[in-house]
């Protein structure tokens, strides 16, 4: 399968911890995206890498945010000093520059006790 | 900034039944528009797209014309399946890179 791979899946963790996601995207993709997704909501698009290059943040990406796509493959998303309002579903996408499509992977949902 | 409202659910509906589920938009220039689904487990996946007025993405049974006129990207199926049971999002695009979605409409098809 050459989808867009997350891992891990589930991730639970004590409040105050950090915690680090990985995103494989498709392999001729240069464009790589993080969305989060709260239930019974949309995805909220976090942030997005055209290569190693991270062209746009959102204003929903703290401080506490991290994201790098270092070799312009794969993309880790950190996040430091969690709180129970991060608890959330963590989706990666990726798409080709000159196409619109975003495909998107199976997500990493993350609990925050 | 970019918006989009789409029917609230949940929507429970009987096999062979019609579904229409309502999206609208608010977008700076002209967007390009997508219905996303999500089945139960998995990730989302991209069911059709739209890339300019008048045009009308379909997919398995699934479709959905660009109305600018209207600032609409409704969903409609003719004959529903139980294995259309889902959430489908509505979406779109205006600069290049960020999508935009919609709340989500829960699906659920009765045999």
């Known amino acids: 399968d050459t989808g867009v791979s997350q891992n891990p899946r589930h991730k639970i963790t004590k409040r105050g911890q950090n915690v680090t996601f990985r995103c494989d995207p498709i392999?001729?993709?240069?464009?790589l995206y993080w969305y989060r997704q709260t239930l019974g909501q949309g995805p909220e698009f976090l942030t997005y890498?055209?290569?190693?290059?991270?062209?746009?943040k959102s204003r929903l990406l703290s401080d506490r945010f991290s994201a790098e796509r270092p070799k312009g493959s794969f993309s880790t998303l950190e996040i430091q000093r969690t709180e129970q309002g991060d608890s959330a579903m963590y989706l990666c996408?990726?798409?080709?520059?000159?196409?619109?499509?975003?495909?998107f992977g199976p997500g990493t949902r993350l609990t925050v006790l | 900034g970019d918006s989009v409202t789409q029917m609230e659910g949940p929507v429970t509906l009987s096999e062979e039944a019609f579904l229409t589920i309502n999206c609208t938009y608010t977008?700076?220039?002209?967007?390009?528009l997508f219905w996303y689904v999500q089945y139960p487990g998995e990730g989302l996946q991209l069911l059709l797209k739209?890339?300019?007025?008048?045009d009308k993405g379909s997919n398995k049974g699934f479709e959905a014309t660009y109305r600018k006129e209207t600032t609409s990207f409704h969903l409609e199926k003719g004959s529903v399946q139980v294995s259309d049971s889902a959430v489908y999002f509505c979406?779109?695009?205006?600069?290049?890179?960020?999508?935009?979605f919609g709340a989500g409409t829960t699906v659920t098809v009765r045999a």
């Open positions: 977008a700076t220039g002209y967007p390009s």
């Open positions: 890498f055209q290569n190693e290059a991270q062209l746009e």
């Open positions: 392999s001729e993709h240069n464009r």
């Open positions: 996408a990726s798409s080709l520059v000159v196409v619109h499509e975003q495909f």
């Open positions: 739209a890339t300019k007025a008048d």
């Open positions: 979406a779109l695009n205006s600069n290049d890179y960020k999508l935009s």
